[in-house]
């Protein structure tokens, strides 16, 4: 029943690994060709591969896990799904319904478990409710602000004594759910009126922009006004990042113009974006002098960390399409903003050429330039996806994103390890296209069993590997903040990862100084059906810059070892 | 300021552990908590009471909506309302203090419920306010044990809360 469900929902692959309470769905699965399961080497893994699917195609990631260590496993995959607000249907063997609650061989109450990490949950308590409960925990996981959606079945529950009927259920309807719509038309119109009037203004997108597929409409919308755009690090993508109008992302390591744009604005329109506290510093300073208009899809999102002049409730696609509807038939003057754009340039010119100082020649690279010669080895066109700490923020900074669900990372909870299985399920889904991680040595080992998975599916993903030998943004805030003592940061007995990625039958390079990045990028570029890893050597000493300065505002930061704002 | 949310939600097994988990994991504090039933078998009433500035009520409010298993809600202390406890109270009555506990609970308008040669159990509605006075004048020295329901609440006049 749950196999002939997931085929009718038009699910195409499952990421999983088989354990005793999940053995009877195993077996449908087994037994048809139209649902395809991806075994992993570990649950987690599984969790972020379909997190990673979901995020580049904007269609629920489904998984498959066993009850008690298979489903505890999978926690920290849901939690990264539950922060990015990313759609997932979660399936959870359980041991049979008349063990629970007696410790049976691995139970575990998961819906216990994962009940701040998930949006719903269900407990299978009778077989005939099969179809209902999966046709609600899709629904709820896509529709609304999106969300992991945990199902326990115990394993009862999937071999029944008699036969119940299969009807596939085409609608679903709950009297206690119902995903906001159009947002408030005076609250839209009083937000128009305050971006025609306004002489700072700025843009400030959101993931939101992305999982609602609504960038178009913003980019219409900021094209528009000539207002100047900023979004936050899950919203990269929504707006290019290549055009005049794109300030970057801000926050803790966002860009100085735009840091200083928002600090200075006189106006803040906030897309689906959440101020969270990287992206706010701190909140008591945040943009002083500006009126701040949130839309979102969730109400709790509103008001929740900073003040809001004009909340509006609403989803991003409705509230810009009626926007734009209302600058059409507005008589006003498009606001002319030269006084500000000229400011901004001032801004961005006086940190151009300023950001990082290329090795030359035969010298250990900066992390930075490796991913800028990732962004031309690319054309700036691939899946980026990446895992956690300063590899993360040089990824974010240096690869210029101009179209949405390219850039794929942890933003919310921050998981290393997330990068190699999450950058196995967009490649999985999209063969055709490049879909490079960028990493660090720390944040690979979490997850690098996942070599083997690779192997088996054949999934060519290109991986650069910015080994500095250390926990690089660790060590950054111990130089910062505790003295320079490298306290547990420094990884010591690094596998030869050449070795390592070459007993999996995948192909390994190795990158030592600057002249030979190029050519070892182009070569790793052009094999198209096999797994390359280039470990690149990077200067451990380096620092990531902008950084926000603790408890300032968003102008007050670091611009380098010795500058600050 | 303390204010009295009133929940009306699915009557169904982990619903109550979303609301009670939702307070603990945002930091929002529970003073009082009661839920059954309502006379609709399929939704049951949970009245919390709790304490914020407005800021924290609105992201309790807002986040208990969010729960897929609540229907309704509201903040009774927005409008007129009526709000009522009990309390079951095991009291020593032994000689002079026999007749000085069954008056003090006739002022508060208590019942004796239950009667042994040394005690009384006695039982008492009101609000909170008026249960706390109810325990001070009866002082610590006859008290044995209390049991009190938690704050349920209604709206005054017209509104009603209901699918």
């Known amino acids: ?565 | 300021m303390r204010h009295i949310i009133s929940v009306l939600m699915e009557n169904e097994a982990g619903a109550l552990s979303r609301v009670v988990g939702l307070f603990s994991q945002r930091n929002f504090n529970i003073e009082t908590l009661n839920v059954a039933p309502t006379d609709d078998p399929t939704l049951s009433r949970l009245t919390v009471t709790t304490v914020g500035d407005d800021r924290v009520i609105e992201q309790i409010t807002k986040q208990l909506n969010k729960l897929i298993d609540v229907v309704k809600l509201v903040d009774l202390t927005e409008g007129q309302h009526i709000e009522r406890e009990m309390l079951l109270a095991k009291v020593k009555a032994v000689g002079a203090q026999r007749a000085e506990v069954k008056r003090t609970t006739e002022i508060f308008r208590g019942q004796i419920i239950d009667v042994t040669p040394s005690i009384y159990t006695i039982q008492l509605a009101g609000d909170a306010e008026k249960l706390d006075a109810f325990i001070n004048a009866l002082g610590s020295n006859t008290l044995l044990e209390v049991v009190r329901t938690g704050v349920s609440g209604i709206a005054r006049g017209e509104k009603v809360l209901s699918l």
Not at chain 1, 375 to 392: P, R, S
């Open chain 1, 1 to 565: 029943m749950i196999t002939r469900f997931l085929a009718d929902e038009g699910v195409e692959y499952i990421y999983g690994y088989p354990g005793g309470a999940a053995l009877h769905i195993y077996d449908a699965i087994h037994r048809q060709d139209k649902v395809h399961h991806v075994l992993v080497r570990h649950e987690q893994a599984a969790t972020h591969m379909a997190d990673g699917y979901a995020r580049a195609t904007g269609k629920p990631g489904v998984v498959l896990v066993t009850s008690g260590p298979g489903a505890t496993n999978a926690v920290t995959g849901i939690a990264t799904a539950y922060m990015d607000s990313i759609p997932m249907v979660v399936l959870c063997g359980q041991v049979m319904s008349h063990l629970i609650g007696e410790d049976a061989f691995q139970e575990t109450d998961i819906v216990g478990v994962t009940r701040p990490i998930v949006k719903h949950s269900f407990s299978i308590k009778h077989p005939s409710d099969i179809p209902q409960v999966l046709k609600k925990a899709f629904y709820i996981a896509t529709t609304g602000r999106p969300g992991p959606v945990v199902v326990d079945i115990p394993k009862d529950m999937t071999a029944p004594t008699e036969k119940y009927e299969y009807v596939y259920p085409k609608k679903v309807k709950m009297r206690s759910y119902t995903p906001v719509g159009r947002g408030h038309t005076g609250q839209i119109r009083k937000a128009v009126e305050l971006m025609q009037k306004a002489k700072r203004p700025i843009l400030f997108g959101g993931g939101g922009l992305v999982l609602g597929e609504s960038t178009e409409l913003f980019q219409q919308l900021a094209r528009k006004l000539n207002i100047p755009v900023t979004t936050s690090l899950m919203g990269i993508g929504a707006y290019p990042q290549t055009d005049r109008q794109s300030l970057g992302w801000l926050g803790m390591h966002g860009s100085f113009e735009a840091n200083q744009a928002m600090h200075n604005s006189d106006l803040v329109v906030c897309i689906g974006a959440r101020f969270d506290d990287r992206a706010t510093n701190n909140t008591a300073k945040f943009c002083p002098t500006a009126k701040i208009v949130h839309v979102d899809v969730d109400p709790s999102s509103i008001g929740k960390t900073v003040r809001v002049d004009v909340p509006i409730v609403g989803t991003a696609k409705s509230v810009l399409e009626e926007m734009l509807a209302l600058l059409g038939e507005s008589k006003e003057e498009t606001p002319d903003l030269s006084d500000w754009w000229k400011q901004i340039d001032d801004w961005r010119a006086s940190r151009t050429g300023r950001l990082y100082e290329q090795a030359k020649d035969g010298e250990v690279m900066k992390p930075q330039q490796v991913v800028e010669a990732v962004w031309k080895a690319t054309q700036g066109k691939a899946y980026v996806v990446t895992d956690v700490g300063q590899h993360q923020m040089f990824a974010a900074q240096y690869y210029k994103f101009d179209k949405p669900n390219h850039w794929i990372t942890s933003g919310g909870l921050g998981t290393m390890g997330f990068g190699l299985p999450a950058a196995m399920g967009v490649k999985l889904n999209k063969p055709q296209e490049e879909v490079v991680l960028i990493t660090g040595e720390g944040s690979f080992q979490m997850m690098m069993q996942e070599l083997s998975t690779c192997a088996q599916y054949g999934i060519p993903v290109k991986i650069i590997n910015l080994n500095n030998q250390s926990l690089g943004m660790v060590r950054q805030w111990q130089d910062l903040n505790y003295n320079k003592r490298h306290a547990q940061s420094y990884v010591q007995s690094l596998p030869d990862f050449q070795k390592l990625v070459e007993s999996y039958g995948h192909v390994a390079m190795k990158v030592d100084t600057a002249d030979e990045l190029d050519a070892t990028l182009e070569k790793a570029f052009a094999s198209k059906d096999q797994l390359v890893f280039v470990d690149v050597y990077v200067d451990p000493h380096e620092h990531v810059y902008p950084m926000q300065v603790p408890q300032g505002s968003m102008r007050d930061m670091l611009l380098s070892k010795t500058e600050r704002t």
